[in-house]
């Protein structure tokens, strides 16, 4: 890769479930891309201004108590849960998958994740098909947005 930018886009939700089953300590990160994000690896808590020791993503792999259920339904719900920060963001706020390795946890307890390797752009079709499988739940959920807007 020339830029670290110029990512391999996946098309479809099956392309990001097999990448999930094929591999562990998997994150997605919502923004502008790495890019601009590997310039500090630090994201910053928005509340306090305070700078994190790694770059905030949520864990794509499976956890053990999700059982048998169908992968499909927890990278959708994974996916889903944070599609509204493009909207909330910004121009240019899009999803990538990356690798690397949890250095802590930041004020909503996600992942702080460094040594970071990215690995593809999310088009915006495979965010659509999550929103689909989650809407086709027997029991519907909204995203962590919750409450009034």
Same mark, same amino acid.
């Given at each position: 890769m020339s830029a670290p930018d110029e990512l391999p886009l996946a098309r479809t939700l099956g392309e990001v479930i097999d990448l999930v089953e094929g591999h562990k300590d998997l994150?997605?990160?919502w923004s502008?891309?790495?890019g601009t994000d590997l310039r500090s690896l630090s994201s910053t808590d928005e509340l306090t201004g305070v700078p994190m020791p790694?770059?905030?993503a949520n864990?794509?792999?499976v956890e053990e108590w999700w059982g048998d259920r169908p992968v499909r339904v927890w990278? &959708? %719900?994974r996916l889903y849960d944070y599609a509204h920060l493009p909207h909330d963001k910004g121009p240019g706020v899009r999803a990538w998958v990356l690798t690397g390795r949890e250095t802590g946890r930041g004020p909503d307890n996600e992942p702080l994740v460094t040594d970071v390797e990215p690995l593809y752009w999310l088009d915006d079709a495979v965010i659509q098909? &999550? %929103?689909d499988v989650v809407d086709h739940q027997e029991r519907p959920w909204g995203t962590l947005r919750r409450g009034g807007d």
């Open positions: 994150y997605v990160r502008r891309g790495p790694g770059l905030s864990s794509l792999d990278v &959708a %719900r098909e &999550a %929103r």
